[in-house]
């Protein structure tokens, strides 16, 4: 089978093959290669590496907490059941659970906390979060269920149990600042509680400072008769939240704020999406440092091949036809660098991820090992720039080969 190529990128390929006495230039051909190659690869895994931390940690998230939240200015829900009802009718919604959040103060014998106490109805709750699958010790029927004392139970994060120094069926009691209203004054409410069980979403602003009830003992213990303080939905489509949101909102009114996991976490999101931005600048600019060896190769090339150039325009070669030659050149150079470098990245990707070679300290991190994700969008962009400086490198060298006087440099050979 017969390859018809252009004579263009056949002299490119010639002069890619350098001739024994010409060995210098192939060096410097294959050190360009390599320098293109390192780094599409760093870029390849650095932009993996950051767009699996990110995904672990919406993960984790949204093990924990809700897709979108639904909450009432200035009070608490009394209509919700109403309210879940209407929202689960919008097109988008896969389910929606009422909550109750309250500042609580849990003691124990040995130490006290303030905490963010939780109220969850345990019949929907398990169809809009994952707490059920992080709870390690006991289950999440347990709060409905009375517990061995007789006493309701608490769920509690793993750091929260190790700080109060309390396992599960072991009694602790919250106290509430909303207490009630006697002639002495305000008295706290307090209750006692048993601990059936602890979680451990992986992250330990959550694992020190959550503990959940049910909805009908919490509504109970704060007072909060027949009422919560939001609703939790979970959606379909959690890049597409940001729509939904809106036709939430309008179907509810304006007195209800309706917040996505988007906004909730914005600032923690805008970090990491601003931090992989600074770390694809820096990396990209590997890259050019190794487009200014295609430069070198380049240049070198054309001074080495000046006879060649003064022969092809005698012959009718045309200045645009010169110049193609070196920027093919140029481009082999740029795309085999890019293909060897995308090869490297996804073997990093797959050794890291299989064997979990870099492992971090659980206690620091969110995450025990880094996992690389390599999107379909970040190769692409990694591609396109690599190319395109590749591309622009050869510009210069192919330029001033185009510009060469066959008769000048033929004049003394």
Request: proline residues 3%.
């Amino acid at each position: 089978m017969k390859w018809n190529i252009s004579y263009e990128m056949f002299i490119s390929l010639r002069y890619l093959k350098a001739k024994r006495k010409q060995a210098f230039i192939s060096v410097i051909s294959f050190i360009s290669i390599s320098g293109v190659a390192i780094g599409v690869m760093a870029l390849i895994v650095v932009l993996g590496v950051m767009t699996g931390f990110s995904d672990d940690l919406r993960n984790k998230i949204l093990g924990a907490k809700s897709h979108l939240v639904i909450s009432q200015h200035g009070a608490g829900i009394t209509n919700y059941r109403e309210i879940v009802k209407e929202v689960e009718s919008i097109e988008g919604v896969v389910s929606a659970t009422p909550s109750i959040y309250s500042q609580t103060m849990l003691t124990s014998a040995s130490n006290a906390l303030g905490v963010v106490l939780k109220g969850i109805d345990l019949d929907s709750a398990p169809k809009v979060t994952n707490l059920a699958s992080i709870i390690v010790e006991g289950k999440l029927t347990d709060l409905k269920d009375k517990s061995t004392s007789g006493l309701p139970g608490i769920l509690l994060g793993k750091e929260l149990a190790m700080i109060l120094g309390v396992f599960c069926n072991d009694e602790i009691k919250a106290i509430s600042p909303f207490g009630t209203m006697t002639p002495g004054g305000m008295v706290p409410r307090s209750k006692r509680f048993e601990v059936v069980g602890i979680f451990d979403s992986g992250m330990y602003e959550y694992d020190s400072s959550l503990a959940y009830i049910s909805l009908d003992n919490a509504q109970h213990f704060l007072n909060k008769s027949d009422a919560a303080t939001g609703i939790e939905v979970k959606v379909k489509e959690i890049y597409k939240i940001k729509q939904l949101s809106k036709r939430i909102k309008e179907k509810l009114g304006i007195s209800y704020r309706v917040r996505d996991w988007m906004e909730m976490h914005k600032n923690l999101y805008a970090a990491l999406k601003l931090e992989k931005m600074a770390m694809f600048i820096i990396l990209t600019l590997m890259i050019i440092v190794a487009a200014f060896n295609i430069v070198g190769t380049l240049i070198m090339v054309v001074n080495d091949k000046n006879k060649d150039i003064a022969i092809l325009k005698s012959m009718g070669a045309r200045s645009f036809s010169i110049m193609k030659i070196f920027i093919l050149e140029g481009l082999i150079i740029g795309l085999t660098g890019t293909a060897i470098g995308i090869a490297g990245g996804f073997l990093l990707a797959v050794i890291q991820n299989t064997y979990h070679i870099v492992a971090l300290p659980p206690d620091v991190y969110y995450i025990s090992h880094l996992f690389i994700k390599i999107t379909p969008r970040d190769l692409i962009l990694v591609i396109v720039s690599a190319i395109s400086i590749s591309l622009l490198a050869t510009i210069y060298p192919s330029w001033q080969a185009s510009k060469l006087d066959p008769a000048e440099i033929l004049r003394y050979e």
